[in-house]
């Protein structure tokens, strides 16, 4: 069976103090947080993920958001330099841990900055979402990092959202799906179907026909479940709280050659 591991980091117990750009701040409850992130990580486990933890982060609140702090293409990982500036310390333990798995290491460096966030791959197409988190410089580097393994870099603006996976991710046979409201240029996917609900256009594919999703958007899974697919719901709305979505509490690492 080929390797699926997935990375992931367990809230800091400051994770109430997430930073929050597009939306309004609410209260979170942090041992509901840890509560979720536990079941979330069961939930990959449940579907033949091998979950890998990174060295938590206690003193950084948006640490849990893992994914921001690494991009992943074959088996090199290129870590992240946050447009957020206080989200920088974040990537320390993540290098080791994913050196640990065998990856090779790169690194985005000044003035460049990328957030993982950013990062949509649709096989070896990689879209870079150049928006608040992700320069012009991030996006070059990111190119030169991936094209010469076979990538083809597609750079998409993002300005209503966070990131361009809080507004569109992709389902397993390519097609990407997205809350419209949100998509800048729905025209620049070769295919791309609307989804009902925001928190709707956030799937992690777990392999086979099933697809994990936030308990949030119950009108796309019976989208996706009309569709032939499997939806697996978690709840995780003290993240969404702070902008996070399924996808951004856990790094997919398929088949590294070790
Ligand atoms: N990839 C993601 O969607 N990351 C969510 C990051 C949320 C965090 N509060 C932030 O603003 O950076």
Redesign the pocket.
Known sequence: MPSRRALIRRPSPRVAD????HVERRTVDPALALAQWRAYGEALRAHGWETVEAEPADDCP?GV?I??TVVMFRNVALIAR?G?ET?RRETAGVEEAVARLGCSVNWVWEPGTL???DVLKVGDTVYVGRGG?TNAAGVQQLRAAFEPLGARVVAVPVSRV??L??AVTALPDGTVIGYEPLVEQPSLFPRFLPVPEEAGAHVVLLGGAKLLMAASAPKTAELFTDLGYEPVQVDISEFEK????V??LSVRLRDLHT
């Open positions: 997430g930073l929050v750009t948006d958001f994914e921001d946050s957020a989200r957030d993982g966030g988190r966070l990131h996976k809080s702070l902008e996070g979505c996808t951004c």
